[in-house]
Each structure stands twice: as structure tokens, then as C-alpha cells.
């Protein structure tokens, strides 16, 4: 058995004060909103408790779907690979990038400079830069990593994969499906319609048209800051499981815009023909307890030429939230 956990949007604070220069450009709103409310929502208390709780659950490895930062500031990079090395070795923890992550473009730099080990695949190129879509193989497990950070105008979180990402992770999972793998795609944005346009996957359904050729096992993903379980459409009648989390340091808020930190749990065996995932989400509880909220059993079966996946769950709860 192989446990995946799978947290997302730990917006590391508190803010470093920002220098006047640091602050000519999209990072003024971003700044402004951080100290008029998200300070007080994105709590490292509630963060603590998560961590904590994961590794209690002695998981195999760990997937966080980007967001670390807040405005892309030099110190934030720095601090949050300190958070990073404290979760486990890049051999154990596996990270996309995130809209915050990608704030400004000046912000590019530092975001391989101090994250590359951890968002490189297993052939991570002699220049050092960690190139999307990545691979990472463990035993029968394929966990492959999308980047859809971009820089984006103020008022705006949309993220972008592009044709050329598209098209090689196209290719990626294909391989990977020929050769019996369970693939786990790691990706912030989710690939789903979004309401909010100023929240979505700008290139979503370019994607989903991939993932209906391809398939994929699980896609997991961040941003919305909510609990959440959909299907795609896969090749001959399959379906694709798509799981959000919620903030991992959130503190719920009364306005119910902000779900309490939350993580998932992916434990999975089986085999080509036969895999079994049974995913666990685990919340923040007032009393600073951390406890499971839902399991989800998900089997795939394969038929001669028709694969198909049974699911048995509980009904989620609904949440909405306005990052911006």
C-alpha cells in the first residue's frame, strides 16, 4: 500500500514588511488585503496542527498543490523552503507551484532558486531548472506534476498550463497508462469550469480534452480553498477523479467563505486492472483537534475494452471562498 497525503494553500505567514520598491507593483493589493483580513484567516497554529496530524498518518509521501507564499516577496521564498525541509526530504515531498507562488514576474527567480529540488522530477535536467510537467516514480505509483503559475494582472488568479505543457503531459500519461501505473496528477488551478473568471484555468478545457484521451487516476489540486470531489470523463467510459483541499492553515471564518484547514489522505493498492484508492479528508476542529470528516472508496475495474470506476461516498459539504 502506498499513502499519499495531500495538502495545499499554507500561505505561510506572517508577512516580512515589504520595502516601498518591493511594493510598485500588483503586491500593493496583495499586501493590503493580507493585512486587512487574510492575516486572520491564514493561522500557522492551524498549519501546525495539520503537519502534525500527517505525520501521525506515517504517509509514504507528501503532494502540496502550490500557494506557499502570499505576494511573492524574496524573504517568503527563503522561509518557505525552512517549511519545506521541515515536511521531508524532496525525495518524499512533491510541490506545484501556485498563483501566489508566481505573484510577479520578478518573482520567477527565486521560485526555482529555493524550490527546484522539490517541484524536479526523478530526471531533473543538468541546468538545474525544474521543468513541467515532472515525473516522479515510486513503485507503481506516478505522481506528475503540472505548473499553471503565471504572473497575472492585479485583481486576477487565473493560471495558465499552455499548448506545449498540454501536449507533453499528454504524452506523459498516455506512457504511463500503457505501462499499468496508478498516475496522481498534481495541478493548483483546478481543471474544472469555474464560476469566478478571475479564479479559473484559463486553458481548462484543452485540458480536460486531454484527460479524455489519456486518463489519469486521481488529479488533485488546490485554490479554491474548499473540500471537493468531481469527475472527468476518460477514455472508453472512464472517469477521472478530481479531489480539492481545503487552505491548510485556514481557521474557519462565521461568513463560511473559509473552510477550516483541511487534508486528504490516498491510500492505495492494488494493481493494473485492479486498483483500489480509499481517500480520507481529515479537518481542523474548533478545539484545535484535528479528525476525519469522510472517506471515499474508489475501485477501478477493467473490462476487456471498457475500464469503469465504482465510487462509494459521503456527501461533501459546500463551501465558498473570494481569493483573489
Known sequence: MFVLAHLSDPHLGPLPLPRLTELASKRVLGYANWRRSRHAVHRREALDAIIADIRRSNSDHIAVTGDLVNIALPYEFERARGWLESLGTPECVSLVPGNHDAY???????????????????????????????????????????????????????????????????DMLAKLGAAGLFRVVM???????????????????????????????????????????????????????????????????????????????????????????????????PDGSVTELKRVDLKWSQQPSRPSIASAERPLPEGINDEA
Open 104 to 170: 510577479v514576474a520578478a518573482a520567477a527567480g527565486d521560485l526555482d532558486r529555493h524550490w527546484a529540488p522539490y517541484m524536479a522530477g526523478d530526471q531533473w535536467p543538468a541546468d538545474g531548472v525544474a521543468l513541467f510537467p515532472s515525473l516522479r516514480r515510486r513503485g507503481d505509483i506516478a505522481l506528475v506534476g503540472l505548473s499553471t503559475a503565471v504572473p497575472t494582472s492585479p485583481l486576477m488568479a487565473t493560471g495558465r498550463l499552455g499548448e506545449a505543457q498540454i501536449g507533453r503531459v499528454g
Open 187 to 285: 495541478i493548483h488551478h483546478s481543471p474544472l469550469p469555474e464560476a469566478w473568471r478571475h479564479k479559473r484555468l484559463i486553458d481548462a478545457a484543452p485540458m480536460r480534452a486531454m484527460l479524455a484521451q489519456t486518463g489519469a487516476e486521481l488529479v488533485i489540486h488546490g485554490h479554491d480553498h474548499v473540500r471537493s470531489l468531481a469527475w472527468l470523463p476518460g477514455p472508453d467510459g472512464a472517469r477521472v477523479a478530481v479531489f480539492g483541499v481545503p487552505s491548510a492553515s485556514a481557521l474557519a471564518t462565521p461568513d463560511a467563505k473559509h473552510q477550516a484547514a483541511g487534508y486528504n489522505l490516498y491510500r492505495i493498492h492494488g494493481g493494473p486492472g485492479h486498483w483500489h484508492c480509499e481517500a480520507i479528508s481529515r479537518g481542523l476542529q
